[in-house]
């Protein structure tokens, strides 16, 4: 693969909603450093990572699965925000901004799949 994973712009898409997150978590109560503030943080981080590490594979079946992984992360930072919401720690404001960022990561992830699966 050319070029440097930063250029992808799915990288760069993921990049920013790791940042948000850290940015949103700073906030949380202290009691949640070992809880949500970390297994979010962590989650947003995977999704960075995971998307990095395919960029470094050359087979196929390798690229796909850290795609993959990186989808299921997302899916954990969507659910940790759900509660952190619904125990007060993020305003309605706060989660729309990162289900938009969600959303928009989500379709490139999951479009980079499919295109991958089918350049073989």
């Known amino acids: 693969m050319a070029g440097s994973f930063t250029e992808l ?7 920013h909603l790791a940042l948000e997150v850290y940015r949103l978590t700073k906030k949380f109560p202290r ?18 990572s995971n998307i990095a590490e395919s960029h470094g594979r050359h087979h196929i079946k390798d690229v796909i699965r850290f795609l993959i992984d990186a989808r299921g992360s997302l899916f954990e930072v969507q659910a940790q925000v759900l509660i952190s919401r619904d125990l007060g720690y993020l305003s309605v404001k706060e989660v729309e901004s990162v289900f938009e960022n969600y959303s928009t990561l989500s379709k490139k992830i999951n479009s980079l799949i499919t295109y991958k699966r089918n350049v073989k």
């Open 31 to 48: 009691e949640e450093i070992y809880g949500l503030t970390d297994q979010l943080r962590r989650a947003s981080v995977s999704v960075v």
């Open 9 to 15: 712009r799915v990288w760069q898409e993921a990049h």
